[in-house]
Nanobody, 128 residues
Framework: QVQLQASGGGVVQAGGFLRLSCVAE????????LGWFRQAPGKEREFVAG????????YYADVVKGRFTISRDNDKNTLYLDMKSLQPDYTAVYLC?????????????????????WGQGTLVTVSS
């Protein structure tokens, strides 16, 4: 079992910046497909961003493209999500996920069923 732990959530004003972190096992950082999802109350889990086995293989939901950046630091066993220009409707629990399958396309990265392992999530609240 791959352990994932998301952190960095909190309350931020609209237009602000927040960095989320997800600590994972090294094998997941190096060779697993990693992703960020979010889920607001009463809504389905929504794809945010994904990153494959290489840092240049990244994918973003259209609604966050240009605002969010996914990255990873293999030395720190950490996946990041940098979020700028935050809006109130971005309020949600953000979850990190991983799967041993990698080198997929957008259709693979963007669906929750592609990810076998999930962290507990961290709550992001954007105030107006």
């Amino acid at each position: 079992q791959v352990q994932l732990q998301a952190s960095g959530g909190g309350v931020v004003q609209a237009g602000g910046f927040l960095r989320l972190s997800c600590v994972a096992e090294r094998r997941a950082l190096v060779s697993y497909t990693l992703g960020w999802f979010r889920q607001a109350p009463g809504k389905e889990r929504e794809f945010v961003a994904g990153i494959g086995w290489s840092h240049d293989n990244t994918y973003y939901a259209d609604v966050v493209k240009g605002r969010f950046t996914i990255s990873r630091d293999n030395d720190k066993n950490t996946l990041y999500l940098d979020m700028k220009s935050l809006q109130p409707d971005y309020t949600a629990v953000y979850l990190c996920a991983a799967t041993p399958v990698f080198n997929g396309g957008y259709d693979y990265y963007s669906v929750p069923a592609s990810y076998e392992y999930w962290g507990q999530g961290t709550l992001v609240t954007v105030s107006s």
